[in-house]
């Protein structure tokens, strides 16, 4: 059975993911799809609109047969990490034959150039990054900087003009990056994005718009009618539900006092001590607390923007103060050794048949619950605190046994 696997968020699945779920089963031609999923807390360092579970039935009503975590541990980071744990994640199926994302040009052959290039960190291509941070500005910025100046140096000025620091590119061609670095033989494919970009924040098209601009619907104009034409039937139901349950739509405002508690009751030092927080970013986060007038995330952040903080950087760093993330656990050595486990959130009919084949084929050991791992898994504890913290403050207020959801609750089943 040929298979596709899909990295995403799903925050929440709409009408622009089922087309990139369609195209990519057609162009790749696959009868199944594998998603690796973030769980309650993404890549830009934000909390999930909704629970993992809930945004699982809507990835498997919209198309996919399994669904896998991706690891909090990565599903935080930054596009080097993330990308390396969800590609590795995939490889480790054994199940996968391709893998397919969007791009904004849906160009595949530049980025590929690129990866082949830069995934091995030359120290010429080290200098060209150290010269461009230098300059100032942001770390993404300046490495798809130097991977132009890169390939220009080596004589591939077309694929120097490429705009790799378009997100979804930059995503891409990190991912092709880790590829290479895990030696895989999964196929990569590439579409281009259906009209909504990424980030764009509000709805320019009849049915489609970005999660950023669903997401503002929400959370913003507080309306779940607005959401209605840009996501699939099935997805509307599941918001609907967890609407009228009050269990959402979830934002970093439900957690501002438990991040505030976090920061005054460590010090300056022990703030160091936590990921994503250096060059004296963590007496800047203390500095900041007398001058705020209330207790909302969003003036928080702004008293903490510069040019050389951005939003995503200062939310990964406040995720890391909220979940307690040393950065003794996020060393590029332990973070390089891989995902130890594969998690199952979910899976169809065709899904328990890849579960059938993966008992032989996948070079990981299979999850269906945090309840009882074969050995301790120290990103899978994270995975069940993050699961904790997320529960603990959902907009209702979160019961007691929720917060152990990862050790009770089953992968959610479909036919």
Same mark, same amino acid.
């Given at each position: ?58 990835? *498997? ?8 975590? =991706?690891? $909090?541990?990565? !599903? ?12 590795? *994640? ?9 893998? $397919? ?12 150039? !690129? ?33 132009? &100046? ?6 591939? !000025?077309?694929?120097?003009? %490429?705009?790799?620091?378009?997100? @979804? ?9 880790? =590829? ?64 009228? !349950?009050?269990? $959402?739509?979830?934002?970093? &405002? ?32 203390? @500095? ?8 909302? %995330? ?5 008293? *903490? ?8 950087? *200062? ?14 656990? %996020?060393?590029?050595?332990? =973070? ?69 959801? &990862? ?9």
């Amino acid at each position: 059975m040929r298979t596709v696997g899909l990295i995403v968020e799903y925050n929440p699945f709409h009408n622009g993911h089922l087309y990139h779920l369609r195209q990519s089963r057609k162009i790749t031609e696959a009868e199944a799809v594998v998603a690796v999923m973030s769980g309650h807390f993404l890549q830009r360092g934000e909390p999930a609109l909704l629970d993992k579970w809930t945004r699982t039935r809507m990835a *498997l009503a919209g198309g996919c047969d399994l669904v896998i975590e =991706l690891p $909090c541990a990565y !599903a935080t980071q930054a596009a080097e990490w993330f990308a390396f744990g969800a590609v590795s *994640l995939l490889e480790a199926t054994g199940v996968v034959d391709a893998f $397919c994302f969007g791009t904004e040009s849906g160009e595949l052959a530049p980025l590929l150039q !690129a990866a082949e290039l830069t995934a091995k960190e030359s120290p010429e291509f080290k200098a060209i990054l150290k010269r461009r941070l230098q300059d100032g500005g942001s770390y993404p910025g300046a490495y798809s900087a130097a991977v132009s &100046d890169y390939l220009a140096e080596r004589g591939h !000025a077309s694929a120097a003009n %490429f705009p790799f620091a378009m997100p @979804n590119h930059t995503l891409g061609l990190h991912y092709l990056i880790a =590829l290479n670095r895990i030696g895989g033989t999964m196929k990569p494919y590439t579409i281009a994005r259906e009209k909504a970009q990424y980030n764009q924040t509000t709805a320019t098209d009849s049915r489609i718009a970005s999660a950023t601009a669903i997401r503002k619907m929400l959370l913003e104009e507080r309306t779940l009618e607005a959401a209605g034409p840009y996501v699939p039937e099935s997805t509307y139901r599941f918001l609907r539900e967890e609407w009228l !349950a009050g269990r $959402c739509p979830v934002s970093w &405002d439900n957690y501002a006092r438990p991040l505030l508690h976090a920061i005054v009751t460590r010090s300056a030092e022990q703030l160091a001590e936590l990921r994503e927080l250096n060059e004296g970013l963590e007496h800047r986060i203390r @500095n900041a607390l007398p001058k705020l007038d209330g207790l909302r %995330f969003e003036e928080l952040l702004e008293a *903490l923007k510069t040019k050389r903080y951005t939003r995503t950087k *200062l939310q990964r760093a406040l995720l890391s103060v909220l979940l307690g993330h040393a950065k003794a656990d %996020f060393t590029a050595e332990k =973070l390089a050794a891989g995902v130890e486990y594969i998690r199952v959130l979910g899976f169809t009919g065709k899904g328990r048949q890849l579960l059938r084949r993966m008992r032989d084929a996948a070079a990981l050991p299979v999850l269906l619950s945090a309840a009882r791992p074969p050995r301790p898994y120290p990103y899978l504890e994270l995975d069940v605190r993050a699961t904790g913290a997320y529960m603990l403050d959902l907009p209702g207020g979160g019961a007691a046994p929720a917060l152990f959801r &990862d050790f009770t609750d089953k992968p959610v089943a479909m036919p």
